[in-house]
């Protein structure tokens, strides 16, 4: 355990025993002044008597028979939801992300190259001409957009 914490704690138990012995001294000094109570005969009978009209009240009451429940409200049942098929599109990188390596990558070395000599031209390129293979038209879902601002979208065809 921390040390704040035993010192917050202790701090917490100084402050309850100084409470409570203050409130034990009130007690204690309001203790010999405290006058007994005096009741008449009347007072006692007239006390007795509503604790036993209490009591048979109480009795009657678990004597009584349970009150019947109030019947439940009815309802017509609800209709179909007018919501129609839902499609969600999600756009996928471009490349797949690469996982982290488990074991930690060796560090590349350098491999000295000889640069050519000013006197020999680096090789041209030779020029060839590669088309991209063309790519298949977009298929996008057919939206609707109703009254009540519900848009309805429904898949294209051939996915």
Aim: hydrophobic share 35%; proline share 19%; charged share 20%.
């Amino acid at each position: 355990m921390p040390v704040h914490h035993r010192i917050l704690i202790m701090a917490l138990l100084l402050v309850v025993g100084v409470t409570g012995t203050f409130a034990l001294a009130d007690s204690v000094r309001l203790g010999p002044d405290a006058k007994p109570v005096t009741l008449t005969p009347q007072e006692i009978t007239a006390r007795s008597a509503a604790v036993r009209a209490s009591e048979r009240s109480i009795r009657a009451a678990l004597g009584a028979p349970v009150p019947a429940l109030p019947q439940a409200p009815r309802f017509s049942p609800l209709g179909e939801p007018r919501l129609g098929p839902l499609v969600v599109f999600r756009v996928l990188p471009a490349s797949p992300a690469r996982k982290a390596p488990s074991k930690p990558a060796r560090p590349r070395v350098k491999k000295k190259t000889t640069k050519p000599t000013p006197a020999t031209p680096p090789p041209a390129p030779t020029p060839t001409t590669t088309t991209p293979p063309p790519t298949p038209p977009v298929k996008r879902p057919k939206c609707e957009v109703h009254d009540d601002g519900l848009v309805e979208c429904q898949a294209p065809e051939g996915r």
